[in-house]
């Protein structure tokens, strides 16, 4: 087969030495970095091809960070074949249902609750030495994100450097409170399009976990609960939250005064991410031409915007956090 696309072509070159049997590349998935995604079908059998440009991916860290987490007891796909050099991996084919697909089809997400329980559970009690820290200084280069992409890109708002500045300063109390808090491993993106529901409808397999870094202990079930893209009755998730909470050993619950104070601190958490994502969105849309990340952004506002009056917000930060998309 003549492929038009020369990382293809190289792919297909690649394939033809580690399988012994004929296949097809078919198109997959596309994400939020320069990494692509293929199906490698072989009759009945099929994989998945990650295609990682070097110079722009390094596939290095997802093989690392695969192997941990394998190790701690998470379904991440197996690693078959590597080529580093040229930027290739050969994987275990998970699937199409992601969590997300699964809900859109009428599944019930009680089906799906206890097993990412159990693999968050995994997750925060492995331990890894490598990971890089989701600090202060991240969590400010965040909400740059924010205001240099959403307010001007999608709300039509230029702030000053004067202005940026007390943003920051402003939302400085907000997030030592969550750089107070303990640090596990954390996946970071764990959410419903990263959760692949697998033939019993009952286990999950967990993908996009490259970017894993060492950060809060509410970092993880805030993505999950508070995902971007699902908008679950905020009772549900107080339940299942405070669950996970009472599941934890002593040793991290001694580090709140309660369900409660565990609950709202993840909220905050959640709220953190909202701001980084909507920046996000504004990004891919305005930067690399993927409009279509708009869309998410709406559901992702109501998210904040909710969460907001729960905290002691600055006027003039609740102001800009408030602003709509023009």
Same mark, same amino acid.
């Given at each position: 087969?003549?492929y038009s696309? /020369?990382r293809?072509a190289?792919?297909?070159?690649? +394939?033809?030495?580690?399988?012994?049997e004929?296949? #097809?590349?078919l198109?997959l998935a596309?994400?939020a970095?320069?990494?692509r995604?293929f =199906?490698?079908v072989?009759g009945?059998?099929?994989?998945v +091809?990650m295609?990682?440009?070097? @110079?722009?991916?390094?596939?290095?860290?997802?093989m690392s960070?695969r192997?941990?987490?394998?190790g701690?007891?998470?379904h991440? /796909? &197996? +690693?078959?074949f590597a080529d580093?050099?040229?930027g290739?991996?050969l994987?275990?084919?998970?699937?199409?249902?992601?969590?997300?697909?699964f809900l859109?089809? @009428?599944?019930?997400?009680?089906?799906?609750m206890?097993?990412?329980m159990r693999?968050l559970?995994?997750?925060?009690s492995?331990?890894?030495?490598?990971l890089?820290?989701?600090?202060m200084a991240?969590?400010?280069l965040e909400f740059d994100?924010?205001?240099d992409w959403?307010?001007p890109?999608v709300?039509g708002v =230029?702030?000053? &450097?004067?202005q940026?500045? #007390?943003?920051?300063?402003a939302? &400085?109390p907000?997030?030592?409170q969550?750089?107070s808090?303990?640090?596990?491993p954390?996946?970071?993106?764990?959410?419903?399009r990263n959760?692949m529901v697998l033939f019993?409808?009952q286990?999950?397999g967990v993908i996009?976990?490259q970017d894993a870094v060492?950060g809060?202990?509410?970092?993880d079930?805030?993505?999950?609960?508070?995902?971007?893209?699902?908008?679950?009755?905020?009772?549900q998730?107080?339940?299942?939250?405070r669950?996970?909470?009472a599941?934890m050993?002593?040793?991290?619950?001694?580090h709140f005064?309660?369900?409660?104070q565990?609950h709202?601190l993840?909220r905050?958490t959640?709220m953190?991410r909202?701001i980084k994502a909507?920046g996000?969105?504004? =990004?891919l849309?305005y930067?690399?031409?993927?409009?279509?990340f708009?869309?998410?952004?709406?559901?992702?506002?109501?998210?904040?915007?909710?969460?907001m009056?729960?905290f002691?917000?600055?006027?003039?930060?609740?102001?800009?956090l408030?602003?709509p998309p023009?």
């Amino acid at each position: 087969m003549i492929y038009s696309d /020369p990382r293809v072509a190289l792919a297909d070159d690649w +394939l033809k030495g580690q399988l012994n049997e004929a296949f #097809r590349i078919l198109p997959l998935a596309d994400d939020a970095s320069f990494r692509r995604y293929f =199906r490698v079908v072989m009759g009945e059998r099929t994989l998945v +091809l990650m295609d990682a440009p070097p @110079g722009k991916e390094d596939i290095q860290p997802f093989m690392s960070v695969r192997s941990w987490m394998a190790g701690a007891g998470l379904h991440v /796909p &197996e +690693l078959l074949f590597a080529d580093l050099q040229q930027g290739f991996l050969l994987l275990e084919d998970l699937g199409d249902r992601t969590w997300a697909r699964f809900l859109q089809a @009428g599944g019930d997400v009680n089906q799906l609750m206890p097993d990412a329980m159990r693999q968050l559970h995994a997750l925060r009690s492995s331990h890894v030495s490598y990971l890089k820290p989701f600090d202060m200084a991240r969590m400010h280069l965040e909400f740059d994100l924010y205001l240099d992409w959403y307010l001007p890109k999608v709300a039509g708002v =230029r702030l000053s &450097e004067a202005q940026k500045a #007390r943003f920051h300063q402003a939302i &400085e109390p907000l997030l030592q409170q969550i750089n107070s808090l303990p640090k596990v491993p954390v996946h970071l993106d764990f959410h419903s399009r990263n959760l692949m529901v697998l033939f019993d409808n009952q286990r999950l397999g967990v993908i996009d976990f490259q970017d894993a870094v060492q950060g809060p202990l509410t970092y993880d079930l805030a993505s999950l609960l508070y995902d971007c893209y699902q908008n679950y009755p905020e009772d549900q998730r107080s339940v299942l939250s405070r669950a996970f909470f009472a599941a934890m050993d002593t040793g991290w619950q001694a580090h709140f005064d309660d369900a409660g104070q565990w609950h709202r601190l993840l909220r905050l958490t959640a709220m953190q991410r909202h701001i980084k994502a909507i920046g996000i969105f504004s =990004r891919l849309a305005y930067r690399d031409g993927k409009t279509h990340f708009l869309d998410e952004i709406p559901l992702t506002r109501k998210h904040l915007l909710e969460a907001m009056p729960l905290f002691d917000i600055p006027t003039d930060l609740a102001q800009l956090l408030s602003i709509p998309p023009q």
